[in-house]
C-alpha cells in the first residue's frame, strides 16, 4: 500500500508538469503523460526491491535465493497459466469491445472510455477486498480448513455487495453527475450515461462474481475463472455485443447491454461451481 502510494503520488505530480511544462520540466504534452507513467512505476519497482532485500518485510529476499530452480520455475507457471489467461481473455475483450464501439465514431468511444475509467476507480476497494479473500482461501485451505477458507468467502462477498451494491446504485441514480466534470459534450454524455447505467444494474453480480474468481485463484484453481472468462468474454460477450451493436441496430447500447448480460452470467456461473466444492481439493 505504501509503495502504491508512493509511486502513484510521483505519477500525479509528474503529470501536469511534464505535459505543459510546469517549472523546470520540459513541455512533452502527450509524450509527458508517457514520461510520468514509467518514472511513476520505476519508483515502485525499486521501492518494492529495496523492501525486499532490507530484510524488515515478511519476505526477505537475499543473493542466496537468486538461483534458477527447475521444479519451482515449473510449479509456478502450472499455476500461473491459468492467471495469465485470465488476463489475457478480460483485457482482449475490452479491446474487442472498444473495437466495436469505434464503429459508432468519437463521441461514442469517447463516452464509453470516460464510464468504464470511472467503474475502474470504483472497482478498487472491491480489488482488495477480493484480494483479501483470495489471501485467506490459501492461508485456510494450507492450514487444512476448508470451511473456514469458504466462510471468509461468503463474509467478503457479503461486505463487497454492499459496497458496490451502493455504487451502482449511484450509478442507477445521479450518472450524469459523475460524468460532467470530465466532459460537457451531449454525445459523448449520452454514451457515458448510458454506460455507467447498464453496467450499475449488474454491480451486484459483479461484486459476488469478482470475490469467487478471487476464491479460485486462491486456492490454486486458476483454470476455473480462466475457463470461464474465455467462455463468458469470448464466445457469449464479444459476439452479443456485436449482433446488439450491428445488426440490431442499438449502437453503443447494444455493447453495454452485452457488457451486463456477460458479466451476470459469468458471476452466476462462478458462484455455482464454487457451492460445489471442487476447489477445497485442489493440491498445489
Not at 519476505?59 to 527447475?70: C, F, N, Q, T
Not at 492467471?83 to 469517447?110: H, K, N
Not at 485456510?140 to 455487495?161: D, K, M
Not at 451486484?204 to 475463472?225: E, K, R, S, Y
Request: glycine share 12%; aromatic share 10%; charged share 15%.
Amino acid at each position: 500500500m505504501r509503495v502504491l502510494w508512493t509511486a502513484n503520488l510521483v505519477h500525479l505530480v509528474l503529470d501536469p508538469c511534464l505535459i505543459f511544462g510546469l517549472g523546470p520540466f520540459p513541455r512533452l504534452w502527450l509524450s509527458g503523460a508517457a514520461v510520468a507513467t514509467v518514472v511513476g512505476r520505476s519508483v515502485g519497482v525499486l521501492l518494492l526491491l529495496r523492501f525486499l532485500s532490507s530484510g524488515r518485510s515478511r519476505v526477505h529476499i537475499g543473493y542466496r535465493h537468486l538461483r534458477l530452480r527447475g521444479d519451482l520455475i515449473l510449479r509456478l507457471l502450472r499455476i500461473a497459466r491459468g492467471g495469465i489467461l485470465q488476463y489475457v481473455a478480460e483485457t482482449g475483450a475490452w479491446v474487442a469491445l472498444v473495437r466495436i464501439l469505434a464503429l459508432f465514431g468519437d463521441a461514442a468511444l469517447a463516452g464509453f472510455t470516460v464510464a468504464i475509467r470511472l467503474v475502474a476507480f470504483t472497482f478498487l476497494p472491491s480489488w482488495g477486498l477480493s484480494n483479501a479473500a483470495s489471501t485467506l482461501v490459501g492461508q485456510h485451505l494450507g492450514a487444512g480448513q476448508p470451511e473456514e477458507a469458504e466462510r471468509s468467502v461468503w463474509l467478503t462477498a457479503h461486505y463487497n455487495l454492499a459496497f458496490l451494491g451502493t455504487v451502482g446504485l449511484t450509478f442507477l441514480a445521479v450518472p450524469a453527475l459523475l460524468l460532467r466534470p470530465f466532459t460537457r459534450d451531449p454525445e459523448v454524455l449520452a454514451v457515458g450515461i448510458e454506460g455507467l447505467r447498464w453496467i450499475g444494474l449488474c454491480y451486484g453480480f459483479f461484486a459476488v462474481g469478482l470475490v469467487a474468481m478471487q476464491a479460485f485463484n486462491g486456492a490454486g484453481d486458476t483454470g476455473t475463472p480462466m475457463r470461464l472468462k474465455v467462455l463468458f468474454y469470448w464466445i457469449f460477450q464479444i459476439p452479443l455485443a456485436w449482433a446488439l451493436a450491428v445488426p440490431a441496430g442499438m449502437g453503443p447500447r447494444g455493447v453495454c447491454v452485452a457488457i451486463a448480460c456477460a458479466e451476470t452470467a459469468l458471476a452466476i456461473a462462478g458462484v455455482a461451481l464454487f457451492r460445489r466444492g471442487r476447489w477445497k481439493e485442489k493440491t498445489v
